[in-house]
C-alpha cells in the first residue's frame, strides 16, 4: 500500500513569493492534516480537511490556506512568503474515524525562503 | 485547547542504561500517541493509547497511559545506538497537538 506522497520535497522561494504544496493520502484515507515544523515552535498544526470541507485550523495568518479535492488529495498554499515561513511542512492522512485516529505522515516538503 | 508538554527536550543515555520520557496534557484527550522521527526525516507512529492504564511494548520500549494524571510515559529498556532519535507525543482533542519533542542521544 503506498504511503502518503508529498511533492515537490524541496523548494527555494524569495521572500514576496507564494507556494503551493500537494499531498496524496493512502488510499482510503479521507482526511488530511498538515503541520509546520521548525527547530524554534515544533510541530504546529496548519489545518485538517475531511471530504474537501476543513474540520479544523490552527493559528495561523490567512496567508497560509489549503484545500481538499474530491479524490481527497490536498494542497496548501502560503502566499506572501516571509523569512519565518521556512519550515518542513507535513501532511498526515488518517483512516476513517471509527479507528485510532492515527495520523500517517509523508517525507514532507522542506520550504526555504530567502 | 489542548496543550501537551513532555520532559526532558534532551536525554543523553548510555547504552545499556533505562530511563523515562514523560508526557503531560493539559486537558481532556481522548487518546495518546507516540511518534518517533529520525534526523531528516519524517514521523513513524510508535504507540496509540486509547485508554486509562493502557501500555503497550514494542522491543525495547513501552509506553503508557494514566489518564487520570493526565500522564504518560515511554520508558526505554537497556538502550541501544539505534534508538537514538526524538520522540513525540500527541494528544487529541478537536486535533491532534504535539508536545515539544525529546531529543535522545544513546552513547555507546
Not at chain 1, 19 to 40: A, F, K, M, N
Not at chain 1, 58 to 78: A, C, D, H, I, Y
Request: net charge positive; hydrophobic share 30%; aromatic share 12%.
Amino acid at each position: 500500500k503506498a504511503g502518503v506522497t508529498q511533492t515537490p520535497r524541496y523548494l527555494i522561494k524569495t521572500r514576496g513569493q507564494q507556494v503551493t504544496l500537494s499531498c496524496s493520502p493512502i488510499s482510503g484515507h479521507r482526511s488530511v492534516s498538515w503541520y509546520q515544523q521548525t527547530p524554534g515552535q515544533g510541530l504546529q498544526f496548519l489545518f485538517e480537511y475531511f471530504s474537501e470541507t476543513q474540520r479544523n485550523k490552527g493559528n495561523f495568518p490567512g496567508r497560509f490556506s489549503g484545500r481538499q479535492f474530491s479524490n481527497s488529495r490536498s494542497e496548501m498554499n502560503v502566499s506572501t512568503l516571509e523569512l519565518g515561513d521556512s519550515a518542513l511542512y507535513l501532511c498526515a492522512s488518517k483512516p476513517p474515524d471509527f479507528g485510532t485516529g492515527e495520523l500517517f505522515f509523508g517525507e514532507g516538503s522542506r520550504l526555504t525562503v530567502l | 485547547e489542548l496543550k501537551v508538554e513532555q520532559n526532558p527536550l534532551f536525554l543523553s543515555m548510555q547504552e545499556g542504561k533505562n530511563y523515562t520520557i514523560y508526557c503531560n496534557y493539559s486537558t481532556t484527550s481522548d487518546r495518546l500517541y507516540w511518534y518517533r522521527q529520525d534526523p531528516g526525516k519524517s514521523l513513524e507512529s510508535l504507540f496509540v493509547l486509547l485508554s486509562n492504564g493502557a501500555v503497550k511494548q514494542e522491543g525495547r520500549l513501552m509506553a503508557s497511559l494514566d489518564t487520570k494524571a493526565r500522564l504518560s510515559t515511554l520508558h526505554i529498556t537497556a538502550a541501544v545506538h539505534d534508538l537514538s532519535a526524538t520522540y513525540f507525543c500527541a494528544g487529541r482533542y478537536d486535533k491532534v497537538i504535539f508536545g515539544p519533542g525529546t531529543s535522545l542521544s544513546v552513547i555507546p
